[in-house]
């Protein structure tokens, strides 16, 4: 476990110049004292809705206890990531796996994750991105909602504009998202993920069934509430939900992180004219 966060911290640490990573983030609630008041009420939009926006990381320490915030992206990097390692680690007894599920998770750990796509640098998928240890960047504007993951520059669109979603989608890694607001909270609908997807670092699987159900909500200015449900009867016994906090990290950016960057094994063992 502290050899992975390691990594995380390594591929994370790049050159700070010239990144805006220290640039005040603008319009942030002050307490008297002069610092953020991450408890003041949630701004926004033109049309009376929360505004989503803004750079968020997962706040880990909520899984197993309350935690102080964390403001700055050193903070949350050295946090540990329970739900990124087992999506269901907040669920009384754990995610109801089909018997195979079960023996596939079991044999992935026993592995230690070396099958993981994102070993391989590929996509991590809905809805893991949301336990990511990198940030992420949610930009609402009128009809779309964008979530920006700094793991190798990838976007995830989630539609606003009452579109339906797709009746037999090519499969995709993010799938394919369409919301309502229900009140102060965007309920994100999303379907049509490819087969095999990883839902956390442990191996719990995820397959072409899947249907998952996200509801967003703005708590306050600094925190970020998402209850997950996920029903995929293929890999799961029943429907099963769960939440993840996501804080907001302030005065800084999203970082240029390609994870394959730098890799040499392609180049010495393609061959070619």
Same mark, same amino acid.
């Given at each position: 476990m502290k050899t992975f966060a390691a990594i995380i911290v390594a591929a994370l640490a790049a050159?700070?110049?010239?990144?805006?990573?220290?640039y005040p983030t603008a319009g942030v609630p002050k307490s008297a004292n002069g610092k953020p008041n991450l408890s003041a009420s949630a701004p926004k939009t033109a049309d009376g809705k929360p505004d989503l926006s803004g750079i968020w990381q997962v706040d880990r320490g909520r899984v197993t206890a309350e935690a102080a915030p964390c403001l700055t992206r050193e903070c949350n990097q050295l946090r540990t990531g329970d739900q990124w390692l087992d999506f269901g680690a907040g669920l009384a007894g754990g995610l109801p796996y089909q018997p195979w599920a079960a023996d596939t998770k079991k044999q992935r750990m026993d592995q230690e994750g070396k099958d993981d796509p994102t070993s391989y640098c590929l996509p991590l998928g809905v809805p893991r991105m949301l336990v990511s240890p990198e940030l992420i960047k949610i930009v609402q504007v009128p009809g779309l909602t964008v979530i920006l993951n700094e793991r190798n520059a990838s976007y995830r669109q989630i539609f606003t504009d009452g579109r339906p979603l797709p009746e037999d989608?090519?499969?995709s890694w993010n799938g394919y998202s369409t919301a309502k607001w229900d009140g102060d909270t965007l309920v994100v609908e999303t379907s049509g993920l490819r087969d095999g997807?990883?839902?956390d670092r442990y191996g719990s699987?995820? !397959?072409?069934?899947? $249907?998952? !159900?996200?509801?967003? $909500?703005?708590?306050?200015?600094?925190n970020l509430e998402i209850e997950v449900t996920v029903n995929d009867p293929k890999a799961y016994t029943k429907p099963w939900t769960t939440k993840v906090h996501e804080t907001i990290v302030l005065n800084t950016e999203l970082l240029d992180y390609i994870c394959a960057e730098n890799?040499?094994?392609m180049k010495t063992h393609m061959v070619g004219k």
């Open positions: 050159p700070l110049g010239a990144q805006w990573l220290n989608p090519q499969p997807l990883w839902l699987p995820l !397959t072409d069934a899947t $249907r998952v !159900t996200e509801r967003f $909500r703005r708590v306050n200015y600094g890799e040499k094994d």
